[in-house]
C-alpha cells in the first residue's frame, strides 16, 4: 500500500464526518488511500460519546464506519491530537489532501452570573459523563435535588431529560455508564423542567425525542396553559413535521398522562436565563433566574424581546443545552470565530487549496447523522472533482501515514491502529456481558491504551 501512488488522502477526527468522508473517497476513486487521525484512541466520535444509551438503533452506523476502517485502503490513527501532536501543515505535506472533521468539541456557554458554581453543568460534560467520556469521568453530579432545570430545548435537552427521570431499568441494558446508573438509581430528581426562549413553535426538538417524553413510564408532563395560548389557531397554516410536533406537545399539555405518576417534566416557554442563584453559603447553585420575554415576529425567525419581568426557580441541577462549538486547532487553518465554523465554501477551506472540511466543524453543530452524511459525501465529491480538474497536484508521490507516524515516534506519539481499538472493543463488549449489556466503557485513557498494545 505504501507503495501506491495514487491520491493521499488524510482525515483529521474519527467520527461521522470523517468515516463517511473516507467511505465516499474510496469508492469513487479506486486508487486513492485514506487515513483517517483521531485523538482519542477509540474511534466513532458523537455515536460514542453524543448518542444517548437508550438509542442503540442509532449507533448501527458504527457497522458501517467499521466496514470502512477495515477497507485495505484505508487506515484508523487514534491516540493522535491534530494540532498538538502533528500540525495541519506537516498532515499537508505527506498528503495530496487534508480534510478537517473533527466535530465541535467546544461548549456554548450562558454567559451569565453564577454559572460557574457547582450545581451547573454543560450538556456535553453531561452527556459526557453517562456516555464514558475520558474527560468527563470525574463529573460526578450531585442528583440529591428534587427539581432540574434543562437550558435549551433541542434533542440534547431531551436526551438530558430523558436519562434524568427514566427509570433504570430502562437504562441498565443499555451501554450507559455502570457509575452514571448507580448515581441514576440513587437520583432524587423528579420534576425537569426544559427551558426556551422562545415558544412552542420554535422548539427545535423532534418529534421522535418528545414522543419518547411523553411515552416516560411513571412521568406525567406538566406544562403551562399560558405558553400554548394562540397556538391552536396557528396550527393550520404550519407545514406538517412541525404541525404534528406541535400537536402532539399540545396533547402532552393538556392532557398531562398518569395521575400517580411520581416524577414529572415539562416545557418552560418564553424565558431566558439571566443568572444562577447561590445559595446562602455562595458556595451551590439552588436556583436560576429567568427573564421573561415576548416574541417579535412569528413562524421560524420569530425573536424573543424581554418584558422585564423575572422568574426564579428553585432547583439544585442547571444543565445547559445550548449548543456546542468548534474549537481551532491550528493557528494556521483559518477559523471564523463569530459563526465557530473553519470557513469553507463547499468543504473548500477558504483561502487554502488542498484543504477541506465536513461535518460540524463545516457547518455548525446541528443536525442528525444522516445530515453529516450527506455534507462528508459533499465534501468527498468536490475534492475528487478537484482531483480531476488537476487542482492538486497528484503528480508527486506522497509519503502518507508512513511519514507521519515516523514523525509522531519522534515525538513520543504512539497510535491505535484499527485492530487494536477492535481489542479495546472485545474488552468493553466482555466487561459488559457480565452485567447484562452491549458493552462497559473503559473510562480511562491509559487503560484504553494498556489494552490496544497488549
Ligand atoms: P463528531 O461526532 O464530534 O466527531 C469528531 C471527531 O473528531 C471525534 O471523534 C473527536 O474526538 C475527533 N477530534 C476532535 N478534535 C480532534 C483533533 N484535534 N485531532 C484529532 N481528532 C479530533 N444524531 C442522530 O442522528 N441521532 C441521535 O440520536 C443523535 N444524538 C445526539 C446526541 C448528542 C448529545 C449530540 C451532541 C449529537 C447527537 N446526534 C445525533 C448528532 C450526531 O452526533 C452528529 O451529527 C455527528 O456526530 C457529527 O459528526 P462529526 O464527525 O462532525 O463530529
Redesign the pocket.
Known amino acids: 500500500l505504501s507503495s501506491s501512488s495514487g491520491p493521499r488522502v488524510c482525515i483529521?477526527?474519527?467520527?461521522?464526518?470523517?468515516f463517511y468522508t473516507a467511505q465516499q473517497l474510496l469508492k469513487a476513486r479506486q486508487d486513492a488511500a485514506v487515513d483517517v487521525?483521531?485523538?482519542?484512541p477509540v474511534p466513532?466520535?458523537?455515536?460514542r460519546f453524543?448518542?444517548?444509551p437508550d438509542?442503540p438503533e442509532?449507533k448501527n452506523v458504527i457497522n458501517t464506519f467499521t466496514q470502512t476502517a477495515q477497507h485495505e485502503r484505508c487506515s484508523f490513527h487514534g491516540n493522535?491530537?491534530?494540532?498538538k501532536d502533528v500540525t495541519i501543515d506537516e498532515l499537508r505535506q505527506a498528503y495530496h489532501a487534508v480534510v478537517l472533521?473533527?466535530?465541535?468539541?467546544g461548549n456554548r456557554s450562558m454567559g451569565i452570573p453564577g454559572e460557574d458554581l457547582p450545581g451547573v453543568f454543560s450538556a456535553k460534560d453531561f452527556?459526557g459523563w453517562y456516555n464514558g467520556l475520558p474527560s468527563n469521568k470525574e463529573l460526578r453530579p450531585d442528583l440529591s435535588c428534587e427539581t432540574a432545570v434543562i437550558l435549551g430545548q433541542g434533542?440534547?435537552a431531551l436526551?438530558v431529560a430523558r436519562i434524568l427521570l427514566a427509570p433504570v431499568e430502562m437504562l441498565k441494558e443499555t451501554d450507559i455508564t455502570q457509575n452514571a446508573l448507580k448515581a441514576l438509581a440513587g437520583s432524587k430528581v423528579r420534576r425537569v423542567l426544559i427551558v426556551g426562549r422562545r415558544g412552542p413553535l420554535q422548539i427545535a426538538c423532534t418529534i421522535k425525542e418528545l414522543r419518547e417524553m411523553v411515552n416516560l413510564p411513571n412521568s406525567r408532563a406538566d406544562m403551562l396553559p399560558a405558553d400554548f395560548e394562540g397556538i391552536a389557531e396557528a396550527l393550520k397554516d404550519l407545514p406538517r413535521p412541525r404541525k404534528r410536533l406541535t400537536e402532539l406537545m399540545m396533547k402532552a399539555a393538556k392532557e398531562g398522562g398518569d395521575d400517580k405518576a411520581e416524577k414529572c417534566w415539562g416545557f418552560r416557554f418564553f424565558r431566558s436565563p439571566v443568572e444562577v442563584i447561590a445559595g446562602a453559603d455562595g458556595k451551590r447553585a439552588t436556583g436560576i433566574r429567568l427573564a421573561l420575554n415576548k416574541l417579535e415576529g412569528s413562524g421560524e425567525s420569530a425573536r424573543a424581546e424581554v418584558t422585564g419581568q423575572m422568574e426564579d426557580v428553585d432547583c439544585g441541577l442547571i444543565i445547559s443545552s445550548i449548543g456546542?462549538k468548534s474549537i481551532p486547532?491550528d493557528p494556521a487553518v483559518p477559523f471564523d470565530p463569530r459563526r465557530a465554523i473553519v470557513p469553507n465554501e463547499m468543504g473548500r477551506v477558504q483561502d487554502t487549496a488542498g484543504l477541506y472540511c465536513s461535518?460540524?466543524?463545516k457547518r455548525g453543530p446541528t443536525?442528525?447523522?444522516?445530515?453529516?452524511m450527506n455534507d462528508s459525501f459533499d465534501t468527498a465529491r468536490v475534492l475528487i472533482q478537484d482531483m480531476e480538474a488537476g487542482k492538486l497536484d497528484l503528480s508527486v508521490n506522497k509519503p502518507g501515514a508512513q511519514a507521519i507516524t515516523a514523525l509522531l515516534q519522534t515525538r513520543g506519539v504512539r497510535t491505535v491502529l484499527f485492530s487494536q481499538w477492535e481489542k479495546i472493543n472485545a474488552e468493553e463488549e466482555k466487561r459488559g456481558k457480565f452485567l447484562g449489556k452491549p458493552r462497559e466503557k473503559l473510562l480511562d485513557v491509559d487503560e484504553m491504551l494498556k489494552i490496544a498494545w497488549s
Open positions: 483529521v477526527g474519527g467520527g461521522p464526518a470523517g487521525y483521531e485523538r482519542l466513532f466520535g458523537l455515536v453524543g448518542v444517548a438509542h442509532v493522535v491530537n491534530v494540532g472533521s473533527y466535530g465541535a468539541e452527556v434533542n440534547v436526551d456546542y486547532i461535518g460540524w466543524v443536525g442528525v447523522i444522516a445530515t453529516t
